[in-house]
């Protein structure tokens, strides 16, 4: 089993971001971090957990006494396998060696830093709160405290990118103690301030630059946004996700999965799935709601179909491929088609797309 914890607050708003994040609102953090206690009791699970991933927002704005909080509820309500992998996210701009050391030794043996970019006119068009030097100084604290297994977080597509200067960009990023690259085309989001700004979107995508330098440096996509070196470590968490398998989401605005195994030995036992195959439940987003209501769920029953289109999109963007007995005959004509173009390739059974950036395209084609 997965478990994610949102942690959603941050010392400013990013030009790009509409993740559910909050700023100035130290006053609730130990209101959040009683309702994220109770939240994560009722949702105890006998599954031992293979990764525990604490995204946001910023975690690492909270200080270690709220994670020694969250940890002793984790510890109570769940068994965590040995080599459970459990994983931070970080802002470079906040982060200390003292607080990475604390971490570790509470168990978190991952850490992903939001880079974004080395440049400082891209950082500022993103409305980053960071600069270069405190990438490198945030790089230093997470090493000095012995945690190895890190991760970066790059955006590209902006209009600061060209051929050279992701070139230059990547170069930069490989020179990092990384094993690890999560780089994102930039979506220009409804309600975003660059969307409000009139920013628009890349017309000129630069994936196949991004492959090909990540490639020469020996990183190597498994799917089409994260990058892992050769003796590096895939995210667990996000290739649970991609496989398909049930996760708990706590923490305001958090979703989670559950199908009808998991379900029946919840706290959700009641919900009756009929001929429904899973739901999906989100936390409510906003924060005084969620402090006050931290068990109550949003749900979505999943079908039969609903769970083949998103094995389809989630497959063919990543390594997980998809199995060829969801195709129907209309299908499997197309995929003869998508196969002698080499789009696509067949192994065991799986379909894999060749390239993961036409991923949503080839499952549009297959559903
Ligand atoms: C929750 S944030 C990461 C944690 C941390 N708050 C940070 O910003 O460094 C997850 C990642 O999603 C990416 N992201 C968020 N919004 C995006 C957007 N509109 N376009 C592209 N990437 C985006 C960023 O790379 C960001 O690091
Ligand atoms: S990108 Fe990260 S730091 Fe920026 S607003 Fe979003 S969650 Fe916060």
């Known amino acids: 089993m997965t478990l994610y914890i949102h942690i959603p607050f941050c010392s400013s708003r990013c030009g790009y971001c509409t993740f559910n994040s909050f700023t100035n609102s130290e006053e609730l953090y130990d209101d959040y971090i009683n309702a994220l206690i109770l939240d994560i009791s009722n949702n105890s699970c006998k599954e031992p957990l293979n990764s525990i991933f604490f995204g946001g927002g910023t975690p690492n704005i909270l200080g270690i006494k709220f994670y020694e909080k969250i940890f002793s509820a984790i510890w109570k309500n769940f068994t965590l396998n040995h080599n459970c992998e459990i994983t931070a996210e970080a802002n470079p701009n906040l982060i200390t060696q003292q607080w990475c050391k604390q971490m570790l030794d509470l168990g978190i043996n991952r850490l992903s830093l939001g880079v974004q970019s080395f440049f400082i006119d891209k950082l500022s068009y993103l409305e980053r709160e960071h600069g270069k030097k405190d ?10 405290a012995g945690i190895s297994n890190i991760s ?3 955006i590209y597509d902006t209009p600061f990118d060209n051929p050279k200067r992701l070139k230059e960009e990547i170069t930069l990023a490989m020179q990092l103690p990384i094993t690890h690259l999560s780089a994102y085309s930039l979506s220009i989001e409804d ?4 969307k409000n700004r009139g920013e628009k979107e890349s017309q000129t995508p630069q994936h196949k630059i991004l492959v090909e330098t990540l490639n020469n440096f020996g990183f190597y996509p498994y799917e089409v946004s994260n990058f892992v070196s050769k003796n590096g470590k895939k995210c667990k968490h996000n290739l649970a996700y991609w496989q398909g398998m049930d996760y708990i989401g706590c923490g305001a605005g958090a979703v989670g999965k559950l199908s009808k195994k998991t379900l029946r030995e919840s706290n959700y036992q009641d919900i009756n799935l009929n001929h429904m195959l899973a739901i999906r439940l989100q936390a409510t987003k906003n924060l005084k709601d969620y402090i006050a209501h931290p068990n109550k769920r949003s749900i979505e029953y999943l079908n039969a179909q609903d769970i083949q289109l998103e094995s389809l999109f989630l497959g063919l963007r ?5 199995d ?3 195709l129907d005959s209309k299908a499997l004509k197309n995929l003869e088609m998508l196969k002698s173009h080499n789009f696509v390739e067949i192994r ?3 379909i894999y ?6 991923g949503d395209e080839l499952a549009l084609r297959l559903s």
């Open 324 to 326: 060829i007995s969801l």
């Open 135 to 144: 990438i490198y100084y945030a790089l230093e604290c997470v090493q000095k």
């Open 348 to 350: 065991n059974n799986k």
């Open 152 to 154: 970066i977080d790059l």
């Open 353 to 358: 797309a060749l390239d993961y950036f036409l």
């Open 318 to 322: 990543s390594e997980v491929g998809v």
């Open 191 to 194: 309600d975003s301030r660059l």
